[in-house]
């Protein structure tokens, strides 16, 4: 179990272009979310996947933001036409529906370490 | 949608001090999570606690659903221990919604 791992760590971009991020969740867990961070916020989240339906968009993902999860494997958040108000942190989270069997974990989410974007 | 408060919003101690953090939610939940988010960003899992009290080291957590709050304890609190504490909620089986943090400086 290698944890959630995001792709690329830190992205600078001009302001107009595309970006796109990497999602691989634990290996065995079905649901995956994408929040987004800004500085001195906590996470509000943005979709959810389980497995490969895409379930809830937020308000918060506008038309340029397009997430998808091929296979209901690894998933993409891409962005088009960044604006600088898009910079923030990209969160991504896992977690097993039913959480693991007998440890009573309930809907525990797991989160990767995030991918920073600015746009510039 | 459901609202979450976490007090206090900053917190300075010095090593070795004890602390209370407290999240209220306005609605009932089935699912509560608190964490920690180290100074590199990552958001670490401290426990999953819809109701009850659990034990960890020097970390304990308590929730009473039923009057809507839960409790992060810190003893002996380390530097280590710096960075924001968050708690989040859903009422539902998915969505979790995340409070404003609390945001703690543990001084050597």
């Known amino acids: 179990d290698t944890g959630v791992s995001q792709n690329p760590r830190h992205k600078i971009t001009k302001r107009g272009q595309n970006v796109t991020f990497r999602c691989d969740p634990i290996s065995e867990h079905n649901r995956l979310y994408w929040y987004r961070q800004t500085l001195g916020q906590g996470p509000e989240f943005l979709t959810y996947f389980q497995n490969e339906a895409q379930l809830e968009k937020s308000r918060l993902l506008s038309d340029r933001f397009s997430a998808e999860r091929p296979k209901g494997s690894f998933s993409t958040l891409e962005i088009q036409r960044t604006e600088q108000g898009d910079s923030a942190m990209y969160l991504c989270?896992?977690?097993?529906?039913?959480?693991?069997?007998?440890?009573?974990?309930?809907?525990?989410?797991?989160f990767g370490e995030g991918s920073w974007l600015t746009v510039v | 949608g459901i609202q979450v408060e976490q007090s206090p919003p900053d917190l300075i101690l010095q090593e070795g001090a004890n602390s209370t953090l407290r999240c209220n939610f306005s609605?009932?939940?089935?699912?509560l999570q608190w964490f920690h988010q180290n100074p590199w960003g990552q958001l670490i899992n401290l426990f999953y606690i819809p109701s009850g009290t659990k034990q960890n080291g020097r970390l304990s957590a308590t929730t009473v659903a039923t009057e809507r709050y839960s409790l992060l304890y810190i003893s002996s609190s380390q530097t280590t221990d710096s960075g924001v504490y968050f708690c989040a909620v859903a009422s539902g089986t998915y969505k979790y919604i995340f409070g404003t943090g609390t945001r703690l400086k543990v001084l050597a």
């Open positions: 989270a896992s977690s097993l529906e039913g959480g693991a069997q007998g440890t009573g974990s309930g809907n525990t989410i797991y």
């Open positions: 609605d009932s939940v089935n699912n």
